[in-house]
């Protein structure tokens, strides 16, 4: 019997590589960390987010180079690569640091305020990853109409099963993603596993549409 299997509607990472990366990491463990009060650090045990209700890229120019950079990256992105080309270009709705030390994990979920999300890894080493969760991984509201495929890889090389996809970062690395794109990870064993997310939204929407963005 002669089958085909197409993936039409596959859900995107991107990845691209940042070489000036230093300057944000210095200037998070120089000011940032010793600056933020209490109302602009929220802690989840051992990973911290710093200035996760505004845009860091806006309060600090010492960081706008990097934040003009990302909107950039991130306008090609939705424009150019998902073919979103009548809405205007990216601009951060907000951005914040995160550090995690060994142990620590984000839980799944996704994010709001936004069409495309990303984080660039300003600390990373071999052990540093990231898990997306498939969009229809949830199982049925009744359990009875939930079956759970095998963990095992496909002989045939598909992965239509994977509940979980994992992916290994470097210091420099950006991913870029759909915001409804679950994401996370559990056990960091990166000792000061320091990151800084955004979320992006064009400044006009099917051209029809005014967007205001934190800028």
Not at 1 to 28: I, L, R
Not at 103 to 110: L, W, Y
Not at 151 to 157: E, K, R
Not at 190 to 195: A, D, M, Q, S, Y
């Amino acid at each position: 019997m002669e089958w085909q299997a197409a993936t039409f509607f596959e859900s995107p990472v991107f990845k691209f590589q940042f070489a000036n990366t230093q300057d944000a990491k210095d200037f998070f463990f120089e000011k940032i960390r010793h600056e933020v009060n209490d109302t602009e650090r929220y802690e989840q045990g051992e990973l911290s987010h710093y200035h996760s209700r505004s845009n860091v890229f806006n309060t600090y120019p010492e960081l706008k180079a990097l934040g003009d950079q990302l909107e950039r990256a991130g306008t090609f992105v939705y424009q150019q690569l998902l073919n979103y080309q009548d809405s205007g270009p990216l601009k951060m709705t907000n951005a914040w640091y995160n550090l995690c030390e060994v142990g620590g994990t984000q839980p799944m979920h996704n994010h709001v305020n936004c069409l495309l999300c990303g984080t660039i890894y300003l600390h990373a080493d071999p052990n540093t990853k990231i898990q997306f969760e498939h969009p229809q991984a949830n199982p049925a509201s009744h359990a009875e109409l939930y079956d759970r495929p095998s963990d095992q890889p496909n002989q045939f090389g598909l992965k239509f099963h994977q509940r979980i996809a994992q992916i290994g970062l470097k210091t420099g690395d950006c991913l870029f993603w759909p915001a409804h794109l679950k994401h996370g990870y559990s056990k960091n064993q990166t000792p000061g596993r320091l990151t800084l997310s955004f979320n992006l939204m064009p400044e006009t929407l099917n051209v029809d549409y005014q967007v205001r963005a934190n800028h």
